[in-house]
Nanobody, 124 residues
Framework: QVQLVESGGGLVQAGGSLRLSCAAS????????MGWFRQAPGKERVFAAG????????YYTDSVEGRFTISRDNAKNTVYLQMNSLKPEDTAVYYC?????????????????WGQGTQVTVSS
């Protein structure tokens, strides 16, 4: 089991940037693909970005491609989500999740461990 703690959310104006961090416990961090999901009010939780265990591969949903960058530092057991050119529709609770294998998938049910979430609010 991996324990995850997100940080870095907040309120930002449209066009601004935020960097989310997710600190993970455990000694096998590189064995887990990591994902960032988001849940807007009244909507289901959806995939935003994912990164393989080694960090060599990344994948983004279309709506964030080119604006968000996911990265990881396996020495620090931390995954990041750099969010640029933020839009009001990016407003959501953002969740970090760990998968039990190194390959990225976009389905939330494939991820075993979840953080508590961090709120991102983008004002127009």
């Amino acid at each position: 089991q991996v324990q995850l703690v997100e940080s870095g959310g907040g309120l930002v104006q449209a066009g601004g940037s935020l960097r989310l961090s997710c600190a993970a416990s455990g000694r096998t961090f590189s064995s887990h693909a990591m994902g960032w999901f988001r849940q807007a009010p009244g909507k289901e939780r959806v995939f935003a970005a994912g990164i393989s265990g080694s960090g060599s591969r990344t994948y983004y949903t279309d709506s964030v491609e080119g604006r968000f960058t996911i990265s990881r530092d396996n020495a620090k057991n931390t995954v990041y989500l750099q969010m640029n050119s933020l839009k009001p529709e990016d407003t959501a609770v953002y969740y970090c999740a760990a998968k039990g294998s190194v390959a990225i998938t976009t389905r939330s049910r494939d991820y075993d461990d979840w953080g508590q979430g961090t709120q991102v609010t983008v004002s127009s």
